[in-house]
């Protein structure tokens, strides 16, 4: 039996999964090649863009043309050759609706899909940067590339953005500054931080001296955990403010995290230090940033995270 094979029919089938136009049109090797390979080459390609962090247009083109492969290159190929066959085309056997039905589910659905969920579990991952915490280092609108692998890319390091979850919300990851590392001693005296004796730097701080009550709720959570922590004050008059507590000794399995913005940030001055297992991945580059005033900031975009 012979039908036509149509361009843009193989055209959507791309779209809709990598290799289906391909199979449509009889090529059935290049379809379970293209369908089984695109999503993690492409992803792994995508993550050498990354890691590179070449000049930000470099970066952007890069990643244009990666997106240009699978949603465009991809489709057109599998048209080409579509149109290739001509009118005359002999039906296969794999030429069949269930047979198209079977590749979109255990290649569409199950291997990329399965292919994503690992790659984002122990690779890499997106995220959107939702709150001010992180200002000025990440904006309202930042969408940013972690990494995870190897396992040493999961440990913080001293004076790096880390991400980890949440030792108060099941399910939450959060992003902050790892300030202090097991055995270090902190403390905060007007705004500034000391980490063993030395006051540091920290260029990539932002603090706003609002006036801080003696009262508030958070100070009290501050002081529930800190006085179990402290070394050379007396915990009975210990009053901690949120630019004024400490020292405070990092335990073993244990480190602290503050968010750049410093008044605005809810971080291990209110929850305690964060187990040392709970870090997940580090911060790498920014690869997008909109900000729904202003429209996309090109400037950010291919930014390295430091």
Do not use: C
């Not at 991952?125 to 280092?137: L, N, Q, Y």
């Not at 603090?207 to 402290?230: E, K, T």
């Not at 913005?261 to 709970?278: H, M, T």
């Amino acid at each position: 039996m012979t039908a036509k094979r149509h361009g843009w029919a193989a055209a959507l089938l791309s779209l809709l999964t990598p290799g289906l136009g391909h199979l449509y049109a009889g090529r059935v090797r290049a379809a379970f090649v293209l369908g089984i390979l695109v999503t993690p080459f492409a992803a792994f390609l995508f993550l050498l863009d990354v890691l590179a962090a070449p000049p930000p247009a470099l970066f952007v083109l890069f990643g244009v043309a990666i997106l240009l492969t699978v949603v465009v290159g991809i489709p057109i190929h599998a048209a080409l050759l579509a149109r290739r066959t001509g009118s005359a085309y002999q039906l296969r056997t794999f030429n069949r609706s269930y047979i198209y039905i079977a590749f979109f589910v255990l290649v569409g659905l199950v291997w990329q899909r399965g292919s994503y969920l690992f790659w984002k579990a122990y690779v890499a991952e997106a995220f959107r940067i939702p709150s001010t915490a992180g200002e000025p280092t990440l904006l309202v609108g930042d969408y940013i590339y972690v990494v995870k692998f190897p396992a040493s890319a999961r440990r913080p390091w001293l004076d790096s953005l880390v991400v980890f979850r949440s030792p108060e919300q099941s399910g939450l990851r959060v992003i902050k500054r790892a300030v202090a590392l097991p055995g270090d001693t902190l403390s905060m005296r007007n705004g500034l931080l000391y980490r063993n004796g030395r006051q540091l730097s920290e260029p990539h701080a932002r603090r706003h001296d609002l006036p801080i009550r003696s009262d508030d709720q958070y100070v009290s959570q501050m002081r529930a955990w800190q006085v179990a922590h402290l070394v050379g004050i007396d915990p009975a008059r210990y009053v901690p403010t949120t630019r004024d507590w400490g020292p405070l000794v990092v335990p073993p399995d244990s480190f602290f995290a503050l968010g750049d913005n410093r008044d605005e940030s809810y971080d291990s001055r209110f929850y305690g230090f964060v187990p040392l297992a709970n870090a997940s991945a580090r911060p790498r580059l920014i690869y997008f940033s909109y900000d729904s005033s202003s429209g996309v900031r090109w400037e950010r975009v291919g930014q390295r995270i430091r």
